[in-house]
């Protein structure tokens, strides 16, 4: 435990971008060679887009880092948040408590708030609005909701209390978690139901992209699947029965270029149309 809490307390700029490229390299081969839907899209394209949004959100935090390092050192100076109160636990077990606090605070919290209030959700349909969902779309996210999502995480280490080798450790285990269970495969049903009940699995996640409610607003969990289970909103759905996209953006000329999708947040509000809108065959089909 020592090595990984040295390791991450002076985790170099170049590992995190390889954790990075590798996760993003690693899925993209898995789906291409074993995908649960076979798009007619051009994927180079489509990851190009994401990979811009991908940019904004590293600009996003690396602009604002210091404040999260301000904030890790000061609750360790002052001995504030949950981790100053368990004492002599091991660090193991110390570890656990803060990586599921701040998954709780810092991604799922956030997600469920994003779903709840207009304005966040403005900017959060950005990534619900993807309709070719891959291990590129986990980091697919407007520049405001990056800075939301910050913000979301600097909350989550003052009330846990997490060092800043934690906070690198957890946004380690995010990133490379995040592109799993985004990417297009699909986990056998007996694997995905005992792995589903700790880790988000593809299964799972698939469905809080589906583009209508209620299945919208399920499955918000970034790592630990025990949110959801927590606070009832998990759900399950058969993945041949999943459509892609938002169905208040459906125009791809709206949801496939970088103005527009930078623009959406800006436009009046459109409320949900029950997914009133016909799929292409074309768009997606099960391999």
Do not use: C
Not at 26 to 32: K, V
Not at 190 to 205: C, E, F
Not at 207 to 231: A, C
């Amino acid at each position: 435990m020592n090595s990984i809490i040295q390791y991450f307390s002076t985790i170099p700029s170049r590992d995190r971008t390889l954790i990075l490229a590798g996760g993003i390299t690693l899925f993209w081969l898995l789906e291409t060679a074993m995908p649960l839907f076979r798009f007619q899209y051009r994927k180079v394209r489509h990851a190009g887009i994401n990979l811009f949004f991908t940019l904004t959100t590293i600009l996003v935090n690396f602009t604002m880092a210091f404040v999260l390092l301000k904030a890790s050192r000061l609750t360790e100076e002052r001995g504030l948040g949950i981790l100053a109160l368990t004492g002599a636990l091991p660090v193991l077990v110390k570890t656990t408590i803060g990586l599921l606090g701040l998954d709780l605070i810092g991604a799922f919290a956030i997600h469920w708030l994003q779903h709840r209030f207009r304005a966040l959700w403005r900017f959060h349909l950005i990534h619900h609005s993807d309709t070719f969902v891959d291990t590129t779309t986990a980091n697919r996210h407007h520049p405001g909701e990056s800075v939301f999502r910050f913000l979301a995480t600097i909350i989550a280490v003052i009330v846990i209390g997490a060092p800043m080798w934690m906070v690198m450790l957890y946004q380690a285990l995010s990133v490379v978690t995040s592109q799993f269970n985004h990417a297009n495969i699909r986990l056998p049903e007996s694997i995905d139901r005992l792995v589903s009940l700790v880790i988000v699995t593809p299964n799972m996640h698939h469905i809080h992209h589906h583009h209508v409610l209620p299945q919208t607003d399920t499955n918000y969990g970034n790592i630990f699947s025990i949110w959801d289970r927590l606070f009832g909103t998990y759900a399950r759905m058969t993945q041949e029965a999943i459509h892609y996209g938002i169905d208040t953006h459906p125009d791809a000329a709206e949801h496939s270029r970088i103005p527009s999708l930078l623009r959406i947040p800006f436009q009046p509000y459109r409320p949900p149309t029950g997914g009133k809108f016909e799929f292409s065959s074309q768009d997606q089909q099960v391999r």
